[in-house]
C-alpha cells in the first residue's frame, strides 16, 4: 500500500481537513478536474491520479472488452489497487473524511470502490457512471451519500442502468441525489451547480 502507487497531482490540506479524490475519463489525465476539485473544497487536500491503464493511448482505471462490456478481473485488480492508494493517501494527510468525484471511466472506478469498499468513501459524485453489471449487496452496515448527475440522451451511460445504480445504493441505505440534463455524455452547468451543493456541507463553495 503506497501513497504514489498512481501518477498523480496533490494539493494538500490542513490535517484533519476532508481529502477529495477526483477521476478523470477515459483519455483524461490527472490534470482534467484537479483544478475543478480544489476550487469546490479550496481547504481540503485534492487527490488527482491518472489512471494505470492505456487503451489506444488514452489513459483509463481499468480494461473493457468493447464499448460498455468490462474485463471484471481487471476491474476487481484496479478497484484493490485504488482502495489502497485511498486509504494511504488518507493517512498520510491525516484527512477526517474521504470524498470523491469521478466522470465517466472514473465514475465508474469510484462507484465501483463504493460498492465493494463500503465505509472508505463518505460521499462520492458520479458523473456519468455506467456499471453494467448487478453489483453484490452490501453485508456491513455502512452509509454514504451519493450524487449522480447524467443526461436523459446519454448514449454511453443509458436511462435504466443510471437508475438501476442509484436504486442500488438507495437498497443499501446510502442518500442518494440525481441531477439531470436533457443532453449526453457531456457535462453541463447544472451538474456543477448540483455538485457545488452536494458538497458545501464539507466545506465547498455553494
Not at 449487496?137 to 443526461?151: C, D, F, S, Y
Request: net charge negative; charged share 25%; with cysteine.
Amino acid at each position: 500500500m503506497s501513497y504514489d502507487s498512481y501518477l498523480h497531482r496533490v494539493r494538500p490540506g490542513a490535517p484533519g481537513s476532508p481529502i477529495l479524490f477526483v477521476f478523470h475519463g477515459t483519455g483524461g489525465d490527472e490534470n482534467q478536474f484537479f483544478d475543478f476539485g480544489s476550487r469546490l473544497l479550496p481547504d481540503a487536500t485534492v487527490v488527482s491520479p491518472r489512471g494505470d491503464v492505456s487503451e489506444h493511448g488514452a489513459a483509463r482505471f481499468f480494461r473493457r472488452k468493447a464499448e460498455g462490456v468490462y474485463d471484471c478481473d481487471d476491474l476487481a485488480r484496479a478497484t484493490e489497487r485504488m482502495g489502497d492508494f485511498i486509504t494511504a493517501n488518507r493517512e498520510r494527510y491525516e484527512s477526517s473524511t474521504v470524498l470523491g468525484l469521478g466522470f465517466s471511466n472514473g465514475a465508474n472506478i469510484l462507484a465501483n470502490i463504493m460498492i465493494e469498499k463500503p465505509g472508505l468513501i463518505e460521499a462520492g459524485v458520479l458523473m456519468h457512471p455506467l456499471i453494467p453489471f448487478q453489483p453484490a449487496e452490501r453485508k456491513v452496515a455502512e452509509k454514504a451519500h451519493v450524487l449522480i448527475t447524467a443526461g436523459k440522451r446519454d448514449p454511453i451511460c443509458p436511462v435504466p442502468a443510471t437508475l438501476e445504480l442509484g436504486e442500488y445504493f438507495k437498497r443499501q441505505g446510502d442518500a442518494v441525489t440525481f441531477e439531470w440534463h436533457a443532453g449526453g455524455h457531456e457535462i453541463r452547468p447544472n451538474e456543477i451547480e448540483a455538485i457545488k451543493a452536494f458538497l458545501a456541507p464539507y466545506g465547498g463553495q455553494a
